[in-house]
């Protein structure tokens, strides 16, 4: 039975604990790029955080489903609820990633950079959708947190491709060549996801700021 007492802008609440599992994650993914001795035991933690980042997400498709009226369209918040718990399933990808290939430390700073970068634009996020229940009244400070995010991830597309250049130009090994250009395209397309987000939160203010 559908549930048309209210907007329910608990809807909010969830999307802003998603942006913290992303954040968290975000910061995990650093901390195994500054020390790559911890990466199996940071797996046990992001396997954590993407685990609540799921429930979080089948709790809100479940209230979709039992209401009649919400805060926003339910198309925005199923496309910020499913790109918030993308961005959680690609950090633990990147994990993997390293874990699995056993690549060691990075011989550059590049994938700390684009995990700092990573750090930086999910708070943005986190601020972001924490603003969400007052859209009007907030719309100034969601677009800047969404320029700030465009701005980390033009930034991370220039490490990006330095970086790749830098690979093709210097690596020798072959298979070492390999495995780094995935693990920093997964970084990268990690950083992406955090823009289309951003891109939909944008959306969101245009259609009721």
Same mark, same amino acid.
């Given at each position: 039975?559908?549930? #048309?007492?209210?907007k329910?802008?608990e809807?909010f609440?969830?999307?802003?604990?998603?942006?913290?599992?992303?954040?968290?994650g975000?910061?995990?993914?650093?901390? !195994?790029? %500054?020390?790559y001795?911890?990466?199996?035991?940071?797996?046990?933690?992001?396997?954590?955080?993407?685990?609540?980042?799921? $429930?979080?997400?089948?709790?809100t !498709?479940?209230?979709? %489903?039992?209401i009649?009226i919400?805060?926003i369209?339910?198309e925005?918040?199923?496309?910020?609820?499913?790109?918030?718990?993308?961005?959680?399933? %690609? #950090?633990?990808?990147?994990?993997?990633?390293?874990?699995?290939?056993?690549?060691?430390?990075?011989?550059t700073?590049?994938?700390i950079? +684009? =995990?700092?970068?990573?750090?930086?634009?999910?708070?943005?996020?986190?601020?972001?959708?924490g603003? +969400?229940?007052?859209?009007r &009244? %907030?719309?100034?400070?969601?677009?800047?947190?969404?320029?700030?995010?465009?701005?980390?991830e033009?930034?991370?597309?220039t490490?990006?491709?330095?970086?790749m =250049?830098?690979?093709f130009? =210097?690596?020798?090994? &072959? #298979?070492?060549?390999?495995?780094?250009?995935?693990?920093?395209?997964?970084?990268?397309? =990690?950083?992406?996801?955090?823009?289309?987000?951003s891109?939909?939160?944008?959306?969101? !203010?245009? $259609?009721?700021?």
């Open positions: 039975m559908f549930d #048309i007492g209210n329910h802008y809807f609440d969830m999307l802003n604990e998603q942006a913290k599992y992303f954040h968290e975000a910061k995990v993914m650093h901390d !195994v790029m %500054n020390d001795s911890i990466a199996h035991t940071k797996m046990d933690e992001i396997r954590e955080i993407e685990h609540q980042a799921d $429930k979080v997400t089948a709790d !498709v479940q209230r979709l %489903n039992q009649f919400t805060p369209d339910r925005d918040i199923f496309a910020l609820s499913y790109g918030l718990d993308d961005g959680v399933d %690609n #950090i633990h990808g990147c994990l993997e990633r390293v874990i699995m290939y056993e690549v060691g430390q990075p011989k700073d590049g994938p950079k +684009l =995990t700092n970068l990573l750090i930086q634009a999910t708070e943005e996020l986190v601020k972001a959708t603003l +969400l229940k007052n859209i &009244a %907030n719309q100034i400070a969601i677009l800047e947190a969404t320029n700030r995010i465009l701005r980390y033009i930034e991370g597309d490490v990006y491709r330095k970086e =250049t830098a690979l130009k =210097t690596e020798k090994d &072959a #298979i070492s060549l390999i495995k780094w250009k995935d693990i920093l395209q997964c970084l990268e397309d =990690t950083l992406d996801q955090t823009k289309h987000i891109d939909t939160l944008k959306g969101v !203010v245009m $259609k009721y700021a």
